[in-house]
């Protein structure tokens, strides 16, 4: 196969990718799991928006061709930094666990315009009825 169609193959599969992972609703996103790709282009963190129930994981997958920071606002607070990745190296992914309920912005150290937030819900309790007890 010569290389123009390799690169066309490629190019197709990836497409098929980003269609397949744009088409489905964020809230069907696996139990437990989350995962953010870093990217070179707008949105740079996508989505630059997750909810969380606690308990959950999230991971940021770097596919950009730089590195990057995975950085809480709140890091250099009195208040505590909830999460810092370091240099986020092209391929390299980051993973949070166990994030308390709340809403959580951050940013990339190295290109501040790169901004996203994760909201941590509580985990929904089960209403049980009385013919359950």
Known sequence: MNAYLWKRLVFVMVLIGVVGFLSVPMGLAVPGNSEILVLDREPFYSPASVNLQAGQS???QNQSSQS???THDRCGERYGCAFH???LHPGEDFTVRDLAT?????????HPFMR?????????TRNYHSTEL
Request: aromatic letters at 12%.
């Open 58 to 60: 999230i991971q940021w």
């Open 68 to 70: 990057h920071t995975i």
């Open 85 to 87: 990745s370091g240099h």
């Open 102 to 110: 709340g809403t959580y912005p951050y940013h990339c150290n190295i």
């Open 116 to 124: 996203g937030v994760i909201v941590v819900d509580q985990k929904p």
